[in-house]
């Protein structure tokens, strides 16, 4: 029953791959987001999105894409795999767009690119 | 722009009280929180505290708002070798935004 649910926990892949990461939220959250975490621990928001609609996009490659099939869900999926993206992507929910609150955190998917 | 910063490393013995500091530039900023990061985990949300407040309590957990020199500290008495863990202060800004900005994190390590 966890709250935010992130798969894979951990991603290998080659360059030039392109690659999903799933997540799921059973709160019952309005809004989603993406997170990217580097080798330094700083976090930087990347994507957000509020009941299935983009309401933040950072100035992110457009070889990531977000999609958001329902509220519960938002998957990002990367093409085109480079080196810099290896990083630890978290996805986050809160229980409106104003995050007041503050986020729920998944655990985080450790991708690695070689 | 938003830029939210903390000292890398903090060493404590067990027992005596941890404090963590952050400083913002945002002086709208309208929510200030505190996230613990375990090794291998996500981030859990310990705290938060609305600007207008200058402190809030919640069991070992203390945090301290200074507005007028935009600093926040987040401090934890009778510090336990489970609270070993990197720290993040957050703020929203105001405008009515929803994006979190994140500190760097602090390595709270705890030593017997």
């Known amino acids: 029953d966890t709250a935010v649910s992130q798969t894979p926990k951990y991603l290998v892949t080659q360059m030039g791959n392109d690659k999903s990461i799933k997540c799921e939220q059973n709160l019952g959250h309005d809004t989603m987001y993406w997170y990217k975490q580097d080798s330094k621990k700083f976090l930087k928001i990347m994507f957000s999105?509020?009941?299935?609609?983009?309401?933040i996009n950072e100035t992110v490659p457009n070889r990531f894409s977000p999609k958001s099939p329902d509220k519960a869900h938002l998957n990002l999926h990367i093409n085109s795999l480079e080196l810099g993206d290896s990083a630890v992507y978290f996805c986050a929910s809160s229980q409106d767009p104003t995050g007041r609150t503050g986020y729920t955190f998944g655990s985080g998917t450790r991708l690695t690119v070689v | 722009g938003e830029d939210v910063e903390q000292s890398l490393f903090l060493s404590v013995r067990e027992g005596d009280s941890s404090v963590i500091n952050c400083t913002y530039t945002?002086?709208?900023?309208?929510?200030l929180y505190w996230y613990k990061q375990e090794p291998g985990a996500g981030l859990q949300l310990l705290t938060y505290i609305f600007s207008n407040m200058d402190m809030k309590q919640d069991q070992r957990l203390t945090v301290l708002l200074n507005k007028k020199d935009k600093h926040l500290s987040l401090r934890i008495a009778d510090t336990q070798t489970g609270d070993s863990a990197i720290y993040f202060c957050?703020?929203?800004?105001?405008?009515?935004?929803?994006?979190?900005?994140f500190g760097t994190g602090t390595q709270l390590k705890v030593e017997l």
């Open positions: 957050a703020e929203r800004p105001g405008g009515g935004g929803n994006k979190l900005t």
């Open positions: 945002d002086s709208s900023s309208t929510y």
């Open positions: 999105y509020n009941n299935k609609e983009l309401i």
